[in-house]
C-alpha cells in the first residue's frame, strides 16, 4: 500500500442540507501535516456529516476536497482509503457476529483473493498493527465477546490495517471509562508524530489533552478556530455553546436532602443477566424524597439489569423493590410505569423513544391511554401538539418540527426528548443510567440543571453513572457498585476521585 | 413387508424428495444472508419447473432430444436468476416491502407458468425426465448404496453443492461480504462494499438456485408439470432456512428431515397401513410447524438486518 503522503488536507465550502435542516453550512477547514485538530460542538452541529463527506459516505451539495492542494472527489470510503484516510466512527462499525479477523478483512482488499479469502493475511497485519501501536487485541474473538472498549480498540486496529495515515476519531471516547480513555489519549499524542488526526470529543480537557487546534462548530458552521494552548476549557465551552457553561453540583443548591424513610427501597435483589449469570447478586439500597443517590461503578458490573429490573423490564429471581411503599419487583414495565417511575434509559435509540415515530408521538408514549391524551379510544391530537410545542421550547430540543422522525435527531435533542417526557409526567423517582453519554456541554448543563430541580421538587433520582466528575457534582450520596452488589456507600461530599477509583475496582480498605 | 425394508424404503425416496428443498433452501441462504427474504421462491420454482418441462417436451421428436433435459435446465437457472434480479430492482433499489414483493413474485411466477402452461401445452403430459444414474461400484454396497448412490444426477449435484455453498459463505470474499449486508450494512458500507450490488448478486444467485430447484422438480421428481407442482416446497424452503439458521448444513439437515417425513407419510399409505391418509399427509408440514416452534432463538447467528432496506443517507 504506497500512497502520497498526505501533507495538507482542505475543505472548501461544504455544504450538505437534510430534509429540514442546513447539517453544514459552507464549511472550511484546513489540516496540515502531523497535527491534532480537534472539531467540538454541540450536538447536531455537523460534526458527524462533515466527517461523513470527507470519507465519501455522503455527498456533498457543495463544496470540494483539496488533498495536498489537489481537488480530489470521493464516491465512497474506497477512495477515501485509496488517499490514505481512515475514520473510526461515533457508532460502532463492526459486524456483531464476525470475528475480529474477518471485520478487518472486510475492509483490506488485498486479503480478498479470485475464491478465498486470505485471513491468514489480515492476522498478520493485525498482529503487526497491534504490536506496533501496543493495542492488544483479539483476532479470533467474536466482536459481539467483545466489551464496548475492546470494540472500540479493534475499530482502531481495523482503520489503521486499512492503512491510515490520516485518522478521523469520531468521539472515540463516549463509551469509554476513564482509564480507557486516559490510555487511548496517550497512544493517540504518540501516533500524531506519525499521522494527522482530527479528534471529534464533547470532553474539553480530552481536547486540551490531545490537540493542537481546535475548530468549533455551531449549527453547521465555524464559529471559531484557533490553537488550543491559547484557550481554558471554560472558553471553549463558552465559544461552543454561547454563553458561560457552570455545571451546577448539588451542594450549590439550597435544597437540602429530605430524611426520611427510602421512597425507593430495594432489598436483596437478585437477577440473573442474559448469559444466565447472576448479575445482581443480594443489592440493596435507598433513596429518599429530593436526595440523590449516585451509583458509581465500572460499566458491567450490574448496572443494567439493575436499571431494567427497576422498570419491569427484567425478572429478579428475589428480593425486593419498594416504591412509595408499593411493591413493584416482578411487574410488567406498565405497573411500574402507573406507580410513578421515569426512566432515562441507557441505549436511547432502541429503549427510550420508537425511531420512527415523530417527536410529538413519543412526548406523550407512555401515558397515551390516559384521559390527557385519548378519549374513547381516539387520540386528542390537540393537546398532544401543544404538549409537544410546549415542551420543543422548555427543552430546547433542535428540531425541523415535532412531526419529525426521533430517530433522525442527533443524540443530544433524543436524550432531550426522553427526558422532556420522564420530567413532563411529575414522577415520584427517576432512574437516570448514563444520562449525559455523549451529549455536549450545553446539554449536559441543561441535564444537571433539570435532575437538580427534579431533586428540590422531592423526587427520589438513582443517577447511574461513570463519569466520577457528574456523579461526584450531584449526589448526595455515592454507593459504589462492584460484581453486582454495594460495595459501600459514602456521603457525596467526603468523596474523592481516588478513593471512588479504587472502590470501582473493587478495593475496599478499611 | 418387514420393518427393514420399509424403513430401507423410506430412506431411498425420501433422499431425492429432499432435492428441490435443498437447492432452494440454499439459495435462500444466500438471499437471507443478504440481507432480504424472497418468499417469492415458491414462484421462481414454478416458473423453473414450466421452463425447464417445454424443451424435453416439444424437442422429444428432433435431433435436439438428447440435450433437451440439459436444455431445460439452463433455461430455468436463467430464468430463475433474472427473476431473482427483478426482485432486486423492488426490494432493493425501489425498497419495497420485502414479504409483499415476494408474494406478488410468488403470484407472478405461479400465474404465469400455469397461464402459458394451459395455453400452450395443455392437459397432464409427461417427460422422459432425467435418466437415474447409478455410481459404479458403490451403488452395488448393501442398504447405502441405494439410498446414496443410486440417483440422477440433479441428486448428487444438491447434495455437492451443501459444502460448495458453506465454502463460499465462509471462506470467500464475497460471502464475507454477503454476510456483513445482511448483519449491518452501514458498516459495510463504511468499508466501501456496495450494499446494492452485493444485495443483486445474492438474489440472482438464490433466484437461480429456486429456478434449478423447480427445474428438478418437473424433470427428474415428477418428470411432468402441472399447476400445482411446487406444492408449498418454496415457503417450506424459506422456513428451513430459518431452521438451519442460515448455514448450508443446517439447511441440509433440515430438508432431508422434512422430506423423510413425507416419504414416511407415502409409504404409509403405499403399505396400506390402518391409518387416516389426511393425517399422514399433514405429518411433514405439522412437524416443520413444531420445529420451527422449537428452535432456539438464533441470536448473534443470521442476518441481524433482515428484511430492512438500506439506505446510507437515512438515519432511521
Ligand atoms: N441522515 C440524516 N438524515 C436527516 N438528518 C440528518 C442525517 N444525518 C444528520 N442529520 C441532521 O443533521 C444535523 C447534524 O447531525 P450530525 O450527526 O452531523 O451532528 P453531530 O455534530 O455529529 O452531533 P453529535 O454530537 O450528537 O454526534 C442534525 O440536526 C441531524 O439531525
Ligand atoms: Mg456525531
Known amino acids: 500500500m504506497q500512497f502520497e503522503p498526505i501533507r495538507s488536507l482542505e475543505l472548501r465550502g461544504i455544504t450538505k442540507r437534510f430534509p429540514g435542516i442546513l447539517a453544514c453550512d459552507h464549511i472550511d477547514l484546513a489540516v496540515g501535516e502531523h497535527s491534532v485538530r480537534a472539531l467540538v460542538g454541540e450536538n447536531g452541529a455537523g460534526k458527524t456529516t462533515l466527517m461523513n463527506i470527507l470519507m465519501g459516505l455522503y455527498q456533498p451539495d457543495e463544496g470540494s476536497i483539496l488533498l495536498n492542494g489537489r481537488e480530489v472527489r470521493f464516491r465512497s470510503p474506497n477512495d477515501a482509503f485509496a488517499h490514505g484516510i481512515g475514520m473510526v466512527h461515533q457508532h460502532f462499525m463492526l459486524v456483531p457476529n464476525?470475528?475480529?479477523?474477518?471485520?478487518?478483512?472486510?475492509?483490506?482488499?488485498?486479503?480478498?483473493?479470485?475464491?478465498?479469502?486470505?485471513?491468514?493475511?489480515?492476522?498478520?497485519?493485525?498482529?503487526?498493527?497491534?504490536?506496533?501501536?501496543?493495542?492488544?487485541?483479539?483476532?479470533?474473538?467474536?466482536?459481539?465477546?467483545?466489551s464496548v472498549g475492546e470494540q472500540q480498540r479493534v475499530e482502531l486496529v481495523k482503520t489503521l490495517c486499512l492503512g491510515a495515515r490520516f485518522l478521523i476519531l469520531?468521539?472515540?471516547?463516549?463509551?469509554?471509562?476513564?482509564?480507557?480513555?486516559?490510555?487511548?489519549?496517550?497512544?493517540?499524542?504518540?501516533?500524531?508524530?506519525?499521522?494527522?488526526?482530527?479528534?471529534?470529543?464533547?470532553?474539553?480537557?480530552?481536547?486540551?489533552?490531545?490537540?493542537?487546534?481546535?475548530?468549533?462548530?455551531r449549527r453547521g458552521r465555524i464559529v471559531f478556530e484557533g490553537r488550543t494552548e491559547d484557550h481554558s476549557p471554560a472558553d471553549l465551552a463558552a465559544l461552543m455553546t454561547g454563553h458561560e457553561v457552570a455545571l451546577p453540583c448539588v451542594e450549590?443548591?439550597?435544597?437540602?436532602?429530605?430524611?426520611?424513610?427510602?421512597?425507593?427501597?430495594?432489598?436483596?435483589?437478585?437477577?440473573?443477566?442474559?448469559?444466565?449469570?447472576?448479575?445482581?447478586?443480594?443489592?440493596?439500597?435507598?433513596?429518599?424524597?429530593?436526595?440523590?443517590?449516585?451509583?458509581a461503578g465500572v460499566s458491567g458490573n450490574g448496572q443494567r439489569e439493575l436499571a431494567e429490573t427497576l422498570n419491569g423490564l427484567r425478572k429478579p429471581e428475589s428480593g425486593s423493590v419498594l416504591l412509595d411503599g408499593a411493591e413493584l419487583g416482578g411487574r410488567g414495565a406498565d405497573a411500574v410505569i402507573a406507580s410513578g417511575m421515569g426512566y432515562i434509559p441507557e441505549d436511547r435509540n432502541t429503549e427510550g423513544i420508537v425511531p420512527s415515530f415523530s417527536?410529538?408521538?413519543?412526548?406523550?408514549?407512555?401515558?397515551?391511554?390516559?384521559?390527557?391524551?385519548?378519549?374513547?379510544?381516539?387520540?386528542?391530537?390537540?393537546?398532544?401538539?401543544?404538549?409537544?410545542?410546549?415542551?420543543?421550547?422548555?427543552?430546547?430540543?433542535?428540531?425541523?418540527?415535532?412531526?419529525?422522525?426521533?430517530?433522525?435527531?442527533?443524540?443530544?435533542?433524543?436524550?432531550?426528548?426522553?427526558?422532556?417526557?420522564?420530567?413532563?409526567?411529575?414522577?415520584?423517582?427517576?432512574?437516570?443510567?448514563?444520562?449525559?453519554?455523549?451529549?455536549?456541554?450545553?446539554?449536559?448543563?441543561?441535564?444537571?440543571?433539570q435532575l437538580l430541580a427534579l431533586r428540590a421538587a422531592g423526587v427520589g433520582i438513582l443517577l447511574v453513572s461513570e463519569e466520577l466528575d457528574e456523579i461526584m457534582n450531584l449526589s448526595d450520596r455515592i454507593a459504589v457498585i462492584y460484581k453486582g452488589r454495594i460495595l459501600k456507600v459514602v456521603p457525596g461530599r467526603d468523596a474523592t476521585k481516588r478513593s471512588l477509583g479504587l472502590l470501582m475496582a473493587g478495593v475496599l480498605d478499611e | 413387508m418387514n420393518a427393514g425394508s420399509f424403513i430401507l424404503n423410506i430412506l431411498i425416496l425420501g433422499v431425492p424428495f429432499s432435492v428441490a428443498l435443498l437447492l432452494a433452501g440454499l439459495g435462500e441462504t444466500i438471499n437471507q444472508r443478504s440481507g432480504v427474504f424472497n418468499l417469492g421462491c415458491e414462484g421462481i420454482m414454478a416458473m423453473g419447473a414450466f421452463l425447464a418441462f417445454l424443451p424435453p417436451y416439444f424437442l422429444a421428436k428432433t435431433p435436439l432430444a438428447p440435450s433437451a433435459n440439459l436444455i431445460g435446465i439452463l433455461l430455468a437457472v436463467a430464468a430463475g436468476a433474472l427473476l431473482g434480479?427483478?426482485?432486486?430492482?423492488?426490494?432493493?433499489?425501489?425498497?419495497?416491502?420485502?414479504?409483499?414483493?415476494?408474494?406478488?413474485?410468488?403470484?407472478?411466477?405461479?400465474?404465469?407458468?400455469?397461464?402459458?402452461?394451459?395455453?400452450?401445452?395443455?392437459?397432464?403430459?409427461?417427460?422422459?425426465?432425467?435418466?437415474?444414474?447409478?455410481?459404479?461400484?458403490?451403488?452395488?454396497?448393501?442398504?447405502?448404496?441405494?439410498?446414496?448412490?443410486?440417483?440422477?444426477?440433479?441428486?448428487?449435484?444438491?447434495?455437492l453443492l451443501v459444502p460448495v455453498f458453506w465454502y463460499i459463505l465462509f471462506k470467500t470474499p464475497w460471502g464475507l461480504k454477503v454476510r456483513a449486508v445482511g448483519t449491518y450494512p452501514r458498516a459495510a458500507d463504511?468499508?466501501?462494499?456496495?450494499?446494492?450490488?452485493?444485495?443483486?448478486?445474492?438474489?440472482?444467485?438464490?433466484?437461480?438456485?429456486?429456478?434449478?430447484?423447480?427445474?428438478?422438480?418437473?424433470?427428474?421428481?415428477?418428470?411432468?408439470?402441472?399447476?400445482?407442482?411446487?406444492?408449498?416446497?418454496?415457503?417450506?424452503?424459506?422456513?428451513?432456512?430459518?431452521?438451519?439458521?442460515?448455514?448450508?448444513?443446517?439447511?441440509?439437515?433440515?430438508?432431508?428431515?422434512?422430506?423423510?417425513?413425507?416419504?414416511?407419510?407415502?409409504?404409509?399409505?403405499?403399505?396400506?397401513i390402518d391409518f387416516p391418509y389426511e393425517f399422514a399427509v399433514m405429518l411433514p408440514y405439522a412437524l416443520v410447524i413444531v420445529v420451527l416452534a422449537l428452535v432456539r432463538k438464533a441470536r448473534m447467528v443470521g442476518p441481524a438486518e433482515l428484511g430492512k432496506p438500506f439506505d446510507r443517507e437515512q438515519r432511521v
Open chain 1, 98 to 146: 464476525m470475528t475480529v479477523t474477518e471485520n478487518v478483512a472486510l475492509g483490506m482488499k488485498s486479503t480478498h483473493r479470485p475464491f478465498r479469502l486470505d485471513l491468514g493475511a489480515a492476522r498478520k497485519r493485525i498482529r503487526e498493527v497491534s504490536e506496533r501501536h501496543e493495542l492488544p487485541v483479539n483476532p479470533d474473538a467474536y466482536v459481539w465477546q467483545l
Open chain 1, 170 to 217: 469520531d468521539e472515540p471516547t463516549s463509551a469509554l471509562t476513564p482509564q480507557e480513555t486516559d490510555e487511548l489519549i496517550e497512544l493517540l499524542k504518540k501516533m500524531s508524530r506519525e499521522l494527522s488526526v482530527i479528534f471529534i470529543s464533547h470532553k474539553l480537557h480530552e481536547v486540551k489533552a490531545l490537540s493542537d487546534t481546535v475548530s468549533i462548530l
Open chain 1, 252 to 295: 450549590c443548591s439550597d435544597a437540602a436532602p429530605a430524611e426520611g424513610r427510602g421512597l425507593l427501597s430495594v432489598r436483596d435483589l437478585r437477577v440473573r443477566g442474559d448469559r444466565g449469570n447472576l448479575a445482581l447478586d443480594g443489592l440493596s439500597f435507598d433513596v429518599a424524597a429530593g436526595e440523590i443517590l449516585g451509583l
Open chain 1, 359 to 449: 417527536i410529538r408521538e413519543n412526548l406523550v408514549l407512555k401515558d397515551v391511554g390516559t384521559v390527557d391524551w385519548s378519549r374513547g379510544g381516539f387520540l386528542r391530537l390537540g393537546p398532544i401538539a401543544r404538549n409537544a410545542a410546549d415542551l420543543r421550547e422548555r427543552f430546547d430540543i433542535r428540531c425541523p418540527s415535532v412531526d419529525t422522525a426521533a430517530g433522525s435527531l442527533s443524540g443530544g435533542n433524543i436524550q432531550k426528548v426522553i427526558l422532556a417526557r420522564e420530567l413532563a409526567r411529575k414522577p415520584k423517582a427517576l432512574v437516570a443510567v448514563y444520562p449525559t453519554r455523549g451529549l455536549d456541554m450545553g446539554a449536559e448543563e441543561f441535564i444537571h440543571k
Open chain 2, 85 to 159: 434480479l427483478l426482485f432486486a430492482l423492488v426490494v432493493v433499489t425501489f425498497r419495497a416491502p420485502q414479504g409483499i414483493a415476494g408474494i406478488g413474485l410468488q403470484m407472478l411466477g405461479w400465474g404465469t407458468a400455469g397461464t402459458l402452461f394451459r395455453r400452450y401445452v395443455g392437459g397432464v403430459t409427461g417427460v422422459t425426465g432425467i435418466p437415474s444414474l447409478p455410481i459404479p461400484g458403490l451403488s452395488r454396497i448393501p442398504i447405502l448404496g441405494p439410498i446414496l448412490f443410486n440417483h440422477n444426477p440433479l441428486v448428487y449435484l444438491a447434495f
Open chain 2, 190 to 272: 463504511s468499508l466501501g462494499i456496495p450494499v446494492a450490488r452485493v444485495r443483486y448478486q445474492a438474489l440472482a444467485l438464490g433466484g437461480a438456485m429456486a429456478g434449478l430447484a423447480g427445474a428438478y422438480l418437473s424433470l427428474a421428481q415428477a418428470k411432468m408439470f402441472a399447476d400445482d407442482l411446487i406444492a408449498g416446497r418454496g415457503f417450506i424452503a424459506v422456513a428451513l432456512v430459518y431452521f438451519g439458521r442460515w448455514n448450508p448444513v443446517g439447511i441440509m439437515g433440515g430438508a432431508l428431515l422434512f422430506s423423510l417425513a413425507q416419504s414416511l407419510q407415502l409409504s404409509i399409505q403405499v403399505a396400506g
